[in-house]
């Protein structure tokens, strides 16, 4: 197989890290080295108790922070648990809920 070289002043920069990326990924995955760094999500959530910390109804949380009324309710009566994407952002909105507010509203706006 041949490889095309890029034209001459052309930025390569993202092909690079790319690269560099898949190489570290299969490293990490051989065993070679250690990921640089891994904050892995809690085991569980307390929704109702970060809900109500804020003093929000389970429509006002959903709609506030972006979940689905019926999600929050799931969660809430037990029959779901959030999944580890979810359990990161509800830490999230636990420590700093007026930042993660703050950023919503600018992504809309």
């Keep these: 197989m041949k490889i095309k070289k890029a034209p001459p002043g052309a930025d390569t ?17 051989r065993g070679e080295v250690e990921p640089a760094r891994f904050h892995p999500a809690p085991a569980a959530v307390n929704v109702r108790a970060i809900r109500r910390r ?45 930042v993660v507010a703050r950023a919503l509203e600018a992504a809309a706006a």
Excluded: C, K, N
Excluded at 17 to 25: D, I, N, R
Excluded at 57 to 82: I, K, M, N, S
């Design 13 to 29: 920069s993202l092909g690079d890290e790319l690269v560099a990326s898949l190489t570290e990924g299969m490293a990490i995955l």
């Design 54 to 98: 804020l003093g929000l109804t389970q429509a006002g949380f959903a709609w506030r922070f972006g979940f689905g009324l019926a999600t929050v309710r799931d969660w809430e009566q037990g029959r779901y648990q959030p999944d580890q994407a979810a359990r990161s952002y509800l830490l999230v909105i636990e420590r700093e809920p007026e």
